[in-house]
């Protein structure tokens, strides 16, 4: 989700085109809602009855989350249109299989993804079902808690709730906010305070940060509850970089996003069927050959569990170290596969063998912001 952020970024430069694009459009009528940290009302749906808890929050979801960053895609990394009907397929096919974390955040889109993920909850009747977890964006000029609680309101009003589950900071301050940090986890409390979240967070913290994060917000009166990063067998930086074992000391969840590589470990695309959008030019050839003793590894995981795709064992893959994974989807069939990933776990040999494969393929690029 960050390196979304790094392509776009240049797309909306200025301050007051980031307002245009996502503080400054006014809300429409929207009825009050009550987002109750509740399981999928599909008693028999999986994402029902396989579930984690989100660090010391108190909040219990689904295992496997939705990510919603390509749903109103403006700045086009993922595609050259946009297809709301598609979406709300998605988002049904999510409710049904019983997956109720949905992640977005108000620079997905630059406002689109979150109005659609309202839309589609109030469409759908459905919001009491959804645990919403959005992002601020800590842009240059923002550098207060205020800004942190503004943004929060704003984002609010687009999905239409009074409250989400989780609201994490989306990358840590830099340039002009580069001192801003202890501010942001500041607002991120006052937001927890004021009754506008259940949990707070943030996405792209190195080790230290993480520590520290949990430090302050503790002090606070509340908890650091995720820190969501690009985590995948073809980005496994978190195991050696601090992390994951940061996020263990603390009882931190890790939210693992990118957990397909976008769409590099499902096998579905080839030299010949490369996706549109900035992020083709992640599947060069070279990359593909590069890729495909993993894959094979993996094709062979899939049969030993009964016939599961490439993408279901990644999913799960990132479930057994103990990561809440986030795949994103833009279609109801590619939610089901993703719901194909939960009820079931990799064996402890299936796991290191895929360990043992991934730690000789060349690492993917991670985004700059989990190293500043």
Not at 47 to 68: H, M, N, Q, W, Y
Not at 143 to 168: E, F, H, M, N
Not at 199 to 208: I, K, L, P, R, T
Request: net charge positive; proline share 5%; hydrophobic share 40%.
């Amino acid at each position: 989700m960050a390196a979304a952020l790094y392509h776009s970024l240049p797309a909306v430069s200025t301050r007051q085109q980031w307002r245009n694009a996502i503080g400054s459009r006014p809300a429409a009528q929207r009825r009050p809602h009550s987002l109750a940290a509740q399981a999928s009302a599909a008693p028999t749906a999986v994402g029902a009855t396989d579930r984690v808890k989100i660090g010391d929050s108190g909040l219990e979801v689904s295992a496997v989350g939705l990510g919603a960053w390509s749903w109103g895609d403006r700045s086009r990394y993922w595609g050259n249109e946009l297809n709301k009907p598609d979406n709300l397929t998605a988002y049904k096919a999510m409710v049904e299989a019983g997956i109720d974390f949905l992640d977005t955040a108000e620079v997905y889109g630059f406002g689109y993804s979150e109005e659609w993920v309202g839309e589609f909850m109030r469409q759908t009747g459905t919001t009491s079902q959804v645990q919403i977890c959005t992002k601020f964006a800590s842009l240059p000029w923002r550098q207060t808690p205020g800004s942190v609680v503004g943004a929060c309101r704003k984002s609010l009003q687009r999905l239409g709730v009074p409250k989400v589950a989780l609201y994490i900071q989306h990358w840590p301050g830099f340039f002009l906010n580069a001192f801003s940090n202890d501010a942001f986890l500041e607002g991120l409390a006052q937001c927890y305070e004021q009754g506008l979240c259940e949990a707070v967070g943030a996405s792209n913290f190195n080790a230290e940060r993480t520590r520290k994060a949990a430090k302050l917000l503790k002090s606070r009166g509340t908890t650091f509850s995720s820190n969501q990063v690009q985590y995948s067998l073809l980005y496994r930086a978190p195991e050696t970089n601090g992390v994951l074992e940061a996020c263990r000391e603390k009882n931190v969840m890790l939210v693992a996003y990118s957990p397909l590589c976008q769409g590099l470990l499902t096998g579905k695309y080839s030299k010949d069927n490369r996706p549109t959008g900035p992020r083709a030019q992640l599947f060069t050839e070279s990359r593909y050959q590069s890729v495909q003793a993993l894959l094979d590894c993996m094709r062979a995981v899939a049969q030993e569990q009964g016939g599961k795709t490439l993408a279901q064992v990644a999913i799960n893959w990132t479930m057994c170290k103990g990561a809440l994974p986030i795949p994103g989807a833009k279609r109801a069939e590619q939610v089901h596969e993703i719901a194909g990933a939960l009820g079931w776990r990799l064996t402890d040999a299936q796991v290191a063998e895929l360990d043992a494969v991934s730690a000789k393929v060349p690492r993917s690029t991670g985004a700059p912001f989990e190293n500043w």
